[in-house]
């Protein structure tokens, strides 16, 4: 089980960390260097639009690697989505810029990020279900969230990353500075693929191989034949996909260019909420092995909406330590307390036959709506009125979706998911 864990721990991290590092990669540089002809603001904006076409990609991961993962297995889709996203990352620190190379620039750019997504998609369901599936009956949340941990360890090691690369002189940051996140990702891959080689199929999917009851199209199985059971995952997952990219990467901008503030401050808040997150994660995923998900994904709901209406006038504080500490103490209150018990809460939805397919599905699909969209719902909505209240509007409409999605679904702590 040790070496279960580790090794989908190891290979979330590696693949969360290509797709992170986009979008710090986004709010930095991207507008300077592939749109540059145009103004700050809608470079920005395009910036992240290019940024969100890896999240609209990431559902068709879910749709190809979720179907033959419930069909050929989880080990073989999770080295295959690997290579795809190490392949897509590296090259893109290959990558001229627009003054080299005009719009083939942002073009390649586009096409590159659309190969993270597609891995990123067919990722996740199948590490999560790696260790659910092998995990003793009882303690399925805690090692699930052991697997989510990997997000933060990735936001931290990619923060870290660029946060090192800000002491460079502004023109060498952006001639080669940006290049090397990207570029050293080839050698974690290695590592992560090493290991995850020697990992074994999981018990509940030999159980269904060997009875001969594996899905035909499990992806229609799931949208047909348990929609309402989709759409429950979905808004599972709409709130704290938000929060999460709307203070890891939003924030930057907001930070940077709204209240004026040097990059490293709001780099070393977004590093600090990621290491808290390594404890309050796994606290969140053992809670909801005690008293089960359903009451954890309500309080969290409900925080999320408390949140809202707060965190925007602590940042404009401009406090360092009071924008550090909003920053993390936000970040696992709103993120951490959903995520952490997810990576149990939502394969368990459905059954082994379909569970690759179902659980990718409602988190891609959620991550596409929300994750990609919500930087530039609020770049959008803080040039359109210039305040940040709308913003805050958009964070609490989303936690309510979650709050009745979490309302009408089962407990599913007890559930013996080997069986269903």
Not at 10 to 20: R, S
Not at 173 to 197: D, E, N, Q, Y
Not at 359 to 388: F, K, M, R, Y
């Given at each position: ?34 749109f540059p002809t145009l103004d700050p603001v ?336 609020a770049t959008s909505l803080l040039a359109w ?36």
């Amino acid at each position: 089980m040790r070496r279960i864990v580790w090794a989908s721990v190891l290979g979330t991290v590696v693949e969360w960390y290509d797709f992170l590092i986009y979008g710090t990669a986004a709010a930095l540089v991207f507008n300077k260097l592939f749109f540059p002809t145009l103004d700050p603001v809608a470079g920005t904006l395009a910036a992240f639009a290019s940024y969100a076409v890896g999240f609209a990609a990431r559902p068709l991961g879910g749709v190809v690697f979720g179907h033959f993962g419930d069909r050929v297995g989880r080990k073989a889709m999770l080295t295959l989505t690997m290579l795809i996203m190490g392949v897509g990352t590296f090259l893109i620190g290959c990558l001229p810029t627009y003054a080299e190379i005009g719009l083939w620039a942002p073009a390649l750019l586009v096409f590159l990020r659309l190969l993270q997504g597609i891995g990123v998609g067919g990722e996740w369901g199948g590490a999560v279900l790696m260790v659910i599936e092998h995990a003793p009956d009882g303690r399925r949340g805690l090692y699930g969230s052991l697997v989510q941990v990997g997000f933060p360890a990735a936001v931290a090691a990619s923060t870290a990353t660029f946060l090192a690369l800000t002491s460079l002189p502004e023109a060498d940051f952006l001639s080669w500075g940006w290049r090397v996140p990207f570029l050293s990702s080839a050698l974690l891959i290695a590592v992560a693929l090493f290991v995850r080689l020697r990992l074994v199929e999981t018990p509940a999917f030999a159980r269904v191989k060997e009875e001969r009851a594996v899905a035909r199209m499990p992806f229609l199985d799931v949208i047909l034949g348990q929609p309402r059971t989709f759409l429950i995952a979905v808004g599972l997952k709409v709130s704290e996909v938000a929060w999460v990219y709307l203070l890891t990467v939003f924030s930057i901008v907001y930070a940077t260019g709204t209240l004026g503030l040097p990059k490293r401050l709001i780099l070393d808040a977004i590093l600090w909420a990621a290491v808290l997150e390594f404890a309050t994660m796994p606290f969140f995923g053992w809670l909801s092995d005690r008293i089960g998900r359903r009451p954890i994904y309500i309080a969290g709901a409900v925080i999320s909406a408390a949140c809202a209406l707060v965190v925007f006038r602590l940042l404009d504080t401009r406090d360092p330590l009071i924008i550090t500490a909003t920053i993390a103490v936000v970040m696992s209150l709103t993120h951490a307390s959903m995520f952490g018990p997810q990576g149990a809460f939502m394969p368990e939805l459905f059954g082994t036959r379909v569970r690759y397919s179902g659980a990718s599905l409602g988190c891609q699909v959620a991550a596409a709506i929300s994750g990609g969209l919500s930087p530039i719902v609020a770049t959008s909505l803080l040039a359109w009125t210039g305040a940040t209240w709308p913003i805050s509007l958009f964070m609490i409409g989303l936690a309510a979706v979650t709050l009745v999605a979490t309302l009408a679904a089962v407990e599913t702590r007890d559930l013996d998911i080997a069986r269903r």
